[in-house]
């Protein structure tokens, strides 16, 4: 299958500073990329949908200023967690498309997952 | 009521035995339905997916569809301690399409132990 890669893996960081997590798809194009955010033995829930060359849209309740997504080429999508607070604190999950196919039967790939822990 | 439903579990189970993991989804209007397995501190990763009524099988796994009653399950045959993890549900729900792409909305999964 496709693979998506997400880094860093694992980060700490102090309570006020900001954190950037990056998404890369390695072998396909991807319009679209997806962030999600999971919280201890909590679903995925969907936080922002990342659209090359266009602003990112946000599911009702994330704060756009304090996650900033930014989607500059077809291969990659970053989140910036800014002014980061322990609350923030949570497992931070990507997800891509292929741009070649298309439809409801097409689905996306993950990455590894980002666990940020805010100090 | 949720739009997809598991039992959190813990689930249970012998090495050997066969693990049945259930799923609810409101919308009736639902296509397509996915299971993943996600180890703790990972990523999820697809198993298997479905779309229509009835069983699918890939290897130890088996997906089951049922529509009318708006409910899918895996069956685990074999389980293995290697089994153990959370298994998510997933369901493609009719109006949530973001950029091209219908969105999954998951279940808070159900967590599988399989014991020697």
């Known amino acids: 299958g496709a693979v998506v890669s997400q880094h860093p893996s694992r980060v700490i960081c102090k309570s006020g500073t900001s954190v950037k997590i990056e998404c890369r798809s390695l072998d396909f194009q991807a319009t679209t990329m997806f962030w999600y955010r999971q919280f201890p033995k909590q679903s995925l829930m969907l936080m922002a949908t990342?659209?090359?060359?266009?602003?990112?849209?946000?599911e009702q309740g994330v704060e756009k200023d304090k996650f900033l997504i930014n989607h500059a080429s077809l291969t990659l999508s970053t989140l910036t967690v800014t002014s980061a607070h322990p609350e923030d604190s949570s497992f931070y999950i990507c997800?891509?498309?292929?741009?070649?196919?298309?439809?409801?039967?097409?689905?996306?790939?993950f990455g590894q997952g980002t666990r940020l822990t805010v100090v | 009521q949720k739009e997809v439903e598991q039992n959190s579990g813990p689930l249970s189970v012998p090495e050997g035995a066969i693990a049945s993991l259930n799923c609810t989804y409101s919308?009736?209007?639902?296509?397509?339905f996915f299971w993943y397995r996600q180890y703790s501190g990972k990523s999820p990763e697809l198993i298997m997916f479905?779309?229509?009524?009835g069983d699918k099988e890939d290897g130890r796994f088996t997906a089951q569809l049922n529509k009318a009653s708006q409910y899918v399950s895996l069956l685990i045959r074999d389980s293995q301690p290697s089994d153990s993890a959370t298994y998510l549900c997933a369901v493609k729900l009719r109006g949530r399409e973001k950029g091209g792409s219908y969105i999954p909305t998951f279940g808070r999964g159900t967590s599988l132990i399989v014991h020697p």
């Open positions: 919308d009736r209007g639902s296509q397509s």
């Open positions: 997800s891509a498309r292929d741009t070649g196919t298309g439809g409801i039967y097409t689905e996306a790939f």
């Open positions: 990342s659209n090359e060359g266009s602003k990112a849209t946000y």
């Open positions: 479905i779309y229509s009524n």
